[in-house]
Each structure stands twice: as structure tokens, then as C-alpha cells.
């Protein structure tokens, strides 16, 4: 039997703090055998493109694939020994708290240890997980928000503050949400750049999550080039998406060896932040080992719960 679980089963079962754990139990096995992620892939329709990414989690003991259309999200979870399928998952709230989870594990490894504001850019539906998920791996006592909607940004400041233990601020300008943070964040769906270098202060650490083609882009060249250190989930992915870095690369004002993986990040293989005054950027494109890992952990706390419905022969 298949186990289905809704975006309501999803949000029941799981949270960030559990796609937090996950990716870092996946990355860790980044780079060892049966654990593999094929970059995204958008199939061109008369109207937008069918999106899909697949991976495999050899020790996890699963395989996968994300799918996904015009506000449609599906993870498809399959077992490597029982060679099945083991459940088909609505992934659309699945998806942002992981994405927001890749930001938490990246901040945990490459911010100051007392890093204490987060400045966010964007007030749209991931941006909820993205201050909860670094706040899973600090101990935040500001958090500023900007959004160009001024009614939307006071209701995000105020959502969060009713979630969190903290001063929320909404911030009047993008500038204003930046300017001498510890953490930054975007997420958004710009096609030209709301973060600049200039902005940046020394020991600060930015999660750019809001663009993963090469349509967008958030950093303007500065602010990538401000970074002693730049990591992203997946470098061939990032050679198909990330438009900050293709450019630089292209220009040859960057090198592709120069930008680390999570993966090798979590797993010792390339050091962190290495003093206090660094600038450090996670470029985060959302890859499918990620899904894979976090669905995993749905399914099973499912099974325990007897939460979802079953189809398929045997049901």
C-alpha cells in the first residue's frame, strides 16, 4: 500500500525544527555512495513549465522525486530495498519549511555564534520559515522585516512576533532592514537586485533564497564579491540557476572551485566561518535530497500516527 499525505497531514506532523534535523542528517552523507541529487529541470508548457528534481538518500534507505506546476506540489517517496512506493505527499508547505531549514543549517554553520538580528526582504509564503528556521539555530532578539507593501509587512511583523520571543520591527526600507544585521535574508521574486554590497557590514551572514533561475536575482555583483566564503546546496545546480554567480563566473571575477557545497560544509570537508569579521553567503536553490530527506521524516511519523490515507493494491 502507498500512504497519500496532504498539505494538512504535512503541517501536522512535521515542523522546522524537524527539517532542520533532516538536511543536516542528509548532508552529512553528501558525496557517499546512493546519495546523489539530479539539478531541477523545467519543462516549457504553453503557459509556465512543469518543474522536476529527484535524488537519492542511500542511507536514508530512499529515493524520490519532486514534481510541480502552477501551485501544485507533489514529493513522490520511494524505498530503495522494498523498491516501492512508498508515499505520494503534497509538498507545497512541505517545501517551504524545508527551504527554510536549508537557510537554518547553513546560518548554523557559517554566522557568528552571537549573531542576535536577522534582517528579512520579503514577506510572502516562505518567508515565515526562513526567520523560524534561523531562529531554530539562534538565539534572535531582533528581527527586522521589509516588503514593499507596507500593510502586508506590518501583518508579517506582527505574525512573527506572536510566534517569537523577540522585537519585530517592520522596517521602512530595504536598507533600513539590512543595515548592521547579523543575518540577511531574501526571499523574493525580484529579476533585479534588493540587497547591495554596500550594504553589508563585516561579520555578517546573507541566505539568498528567493532565486533559483536565471531570470532572477537578488545580490547585486558587490554583494557576492563582498563574501569570503559562498556556499549553495548543489554547484551544478547552481551553474544552471543561480544568476549571481553565472555572471561573475562568466566575467571571470569568480571561480566555481571557490563556492562550496552545504553538503561538504556539513560534513567537515570544507571549513566555515573562519574569524568574526568575514562576510559569508549561502546561495540556496532548494535541491530534491532535501525533499527527499524531510518527506522521509513525514512518512514515518505518519506510520506512527496513523495520519494519511492509502491507496493502491492491498488498500
Known amino acids: 500500500m502507498t500512504l497519500y499525505l496532504s498539505e494538512e497531514d504535512v503541517v501536522g506532523l ?19 555512495a546512493g546519495t546523489d541529487n539530479a539539478p531541477r529541470q523545467r519543462i516549457k508548457l504553453p503557459q509556465r513549465a512543469m ?6 538518500w542511500g542511507s536514508g534507505d530512499v529515493c524520490g522525486h519532486k514534481s510541480y506546476f502552477s501551485g501544485c506540489f507533489y514529493v513522490s517517496l520511494y524505498s530503495i530495498s522494498g523498491k516501492r512506493l512508498l508515499a505520494l505527499i503534497e509538498a507545497n508547505k512541505l517545501g517551504a519549511m524545508r527551504t527554510g531549514a536549508a537557510s537554518g543549517v547553513a546560518t548554523d554553520l557559517l554566522a557568528r555564534k552571537d549573531a542576535a538580528t536577522l534582517g528579512i526582504i520579503g514577506t510572502g509564503r516562505q518567508s515565515r520559515t526562513q526567520v523560524l528556521a534561523i531562529a531554530a539555530v539562534r538565539d534572535l532578539t531582533v528581527v527586522r522585516v521589509f516588503g514593499r507593501d507596507e500593510a502586508k509587512r506590518s501583518a508579517f511583523a506582527a505574525s512573527i512576533a506572536e510566534e517569537l520571543d523577540c522585537e519585530v520591527i517592520a522596517a521602512g526600507s530595504a536598507e533600513e532592514c539590512i543595515r548592521g544585521a547579523d543575518i540577511a535574508v531574501t526571499m523574493t521574486s525580484a529579476a533585479d537586485p534588493v540587497l547591495f554590497g554596500e550594504w553589508l557590514s563585516p561579520g555578517m551572514h546573507v541566505n539568498a533564497t528567493g532565486a533559483n533561475g536565471y531570470a532572477r536575482r537578488e545580490l547585486d555583483d558587490d554583494a557576492v564579491l563582498r563574501a569570503s566564503l559562498i556556499s549553495t546546496d548543489q554547484r551544478e545546480q547552481a551553474k544552471i540557476e543561480a544568476r549571481e554567480l553565472i555572471d561573475l563566473t562568466n566575467a571571470g571575477r569568480l571561480d566555481w572551485e571557490d563556492v562550496s557545497e552545504l553538503g561538504a560544509l556539513v560534513r567537515g570537508e570544507v571549513p566555515g566561518r573562519t574569524g568574526d569579521d568575514q562576510v559569508t553567503l549561502f546561495k540556496s536553490l532548494g535541491i530534491a535530497l532535501e525533499d527527499i530527506a524531510f518527506a522521509k521524516v513525514a512518512y514515518e511519523r505518519a506510520l506512527e500516527r496513523g495520519v494519511g490515507e492509502t491507496f493502491g493494491p492491498g488498500a
Do not use: E, I
Open 14 to 32: 512535521v515542523g522546522v525544527d524537524d527539517a532542520v534535523t533532516a538536511l543536516r542528517t542528509a548532508f552529512a552523507d553528501w558525496g557517499t
Open 51 to 56: 518543474n522536476l528534481m529527484g535524488a537519492s
